[in-house]
């Protein structure tokens, strides 16, 4: 009885967390034409290889931000991922990628500790001052990152990639993750923890938005 018990209970928490993040990202997802125009795209971090190159599934989310910023419906990026070791960098790759690429430089804002979407989200509102964004992900990441981006204070709407829908296995990885991540996405929300890191308030977004 008591497994029986954990089973219905760990179902029902993943049935009402996958529920609430659908609920809190309705209307607010969009292709690159028609999202409306937001200051700031939040271009969440993924895996870079070891000589520095974004993956696939990372390249394909800096490309929208590329065309975001190249269509005139943003005017900065924040890039943000993990760079808790020294010797792996996910926003400076990130930002390499979109400058090569004909990102101006003074437009591009790091954020060096998200290491999670919940701790992007919180500290583009927190530590960056980030009131509204359009965010960039895969699009089985999308409602995720979009409600809790709208939980954490962030007036937020979404684009979200499907070009790399051709790595099947690994895409299919992401969509299955996404049901665990729900359950923890509500609790975060629901605990109010803080991310990794905070410290001071950065002013690089302001920075960007007025260079």
């Known amino acids: 009885m008591p497994v029986a018990a954990g089973t219905v209970l760990a179902v029902a928490a993943t049935v009402g967390s996958a529920n609430w993040i659908r609920a809190g990202?309705?209307?607010h997802t969009f292709t690159v034409e028609d999202v409306p125009d937001a200051p700031v795209a939040l271009v969440l971090g993924a895996q870079v290889y070891a000589d520095g190159q974004p993956s696939a599934f990372?390249?394909?989310?800096?490309?929208?931000?590329?065309?975001?910023?190249?269509?005139?419906?943003?005017?900065?990026?924040?890039?943000?991922?993990?760079?808790?070791?020294?010797?792996?960098?996910?926003?400076?790759?990130?930002?390499?990628?979109l400058v090569d690429r004909g990102v101006p430089p003074q437009r591009v804002v790091l954020d060096h500790a998200g290491?999670?979407?919940?701790?992007?989200?919180?500290?583009?509102?927190?530590?960056?001052?980030?009131e509204r964004a359009t965010v960039v992900t895969q699009s089985f990441h999308l409602a995720r990152a979009v409600t809790l981006c709208r939980q954490?204070?962030?007036?937020?709407?979404?684009?979200?990639?499907?070009?790399?829908?051709?790595?099947?296995?690994m895409w299919r990885r992401g969509e299955l993750r996404e049901y665990g991540a729900s359950v923890k996405a509500a609790w975060d929300v629901l605990s109010g923890r803080d991310p990794v890191h905070l410290g001071r308030r950065e002013p690089g977004v302001d920075d960007a938005l007025r260079g």
């Open 152 to 169: 954490l204070g962030v007036d937020a709407n979404g684009v979200g990639d499907d070009t790399v829908q051709r790595y099947q296995a």
């Open 115 to 130: 290491f999670d979407t919940y701790d992007s989200c919180a500290r583009a509102r927190r530590i960056f001052g980030v």
């Open 25 to 27: 990202a309705e209307g």
């Open 58 to 97: 990372l390249a394909a989310r800096l490309e929208i931000a590329r065309q975001l910023y190249a269509a005139g419906k943003v005017r900065a990026i924040l890039v943000s991922g993990d760079h808790m070791e020294w010797a792996y960098d996910e926003p400076g790759a990130m930002s390499r990628w």
